[in-house]
């Protein structure tokens, strides 16, 4: 398993909330045992007591996205830092469950983590992934969704370092938030006045009343 895997353990996490909405995700252990994923072993540890535990790390967590979003890299290293420093992991050299043609073992990286509860383990596996992502890609590539009031975090994997939006849905929202947005900008903008056939008239050079053409010199 690829150590950059663990990242999306952040996002899951951060993702639980929508401060903005209002609405929050994670109010039962059954929540917190979901956000292992396959990982079942790990989730059968959670107990009623995480929930708060969980609540905790994932204000930590929001806040290494909300200063990288803000170009504060030394705030988002030194956020991640602290959580690196409280819940420490043991990388291993793993070859279970995967076997090339020959049957032989596919040799990757394994974060161990040695917890006292559900969500030191959590934590320890968040907090690494993202480390990873941070280092290898940049700081810039942590980002949380424009399309407001959305605010989920998202992890920016395009070539061009040119993702705004946590997901399909939130960049259509916002595409069309625009587009309406303009469209009211137009309507509300005065009509300019057409000109006349009298206004056209009174723009033109006359000749009358003795005044010269151009070109016609005086006699």
């Known amino acids: 398993m690829e150590l950059a895997y663990y990242s999306d353990y952040a996002v899951r996490l951060v993702n639980t909330e929508e401060p903005a909405r209002g609405k929050d995700s994670l109010t039962s252990v059954d929540a917190v045992r979901e956000l292992f994923g396959v990982n079942q072993s790990a989730a059968r540890r959670a107990t009623d007591a995480d929930v708060t535990r969980f609540r905790s ?3 930590r967590l929001r806040a290494v ?3 990288a979003d803000k170009g504060d890299e030394t705030l988002a290293v030194d ?5 690196l420093l409280e819940f420490p992991v043991s990388p291993q050299i793993s070859g279970h469950d995967f076997r090339d043609d020959d049957g032989r073992p596919l040799w990757h990286m394994h974060l161990a983590d040695h917890p006292s ?3 030191a383990g959590y934590a320890a596996i968040a907090a690494m992934g993202l480390a990873f992502h941070l280092t290898e890609y940049g700081v810039d590539r942590l980002g949380l969704c424009e399309a407001a009031p959305c605010r989920n975090a998202y992890l920016d994997t395009s070539t061009n370092r040119s993702r705004r939006y946590c997901s399909d849905r939130c960049a259509t929202r916002a595409n069309v938030a625009a587009y309406r947005a303009r469209k009211r900008l137009e309507a509300a903008r005065p009509a300019l006045p057409e000109k006349t056939g009298l206004a056209a008239d009174s723009a033109q050079p006359s000749s009358a009343h003795g005044e010269r053409r151009p070109g016609l010199s005086g006699r």
């Open 57 to 59: 790390v994932r204000a």
């Open 79 to 83: 956020l991640l830092n602290s959580l």
């Open 117 to 119: 509860n559900a969500t």
């Open 65 to 67: 996205f909300e200063a």
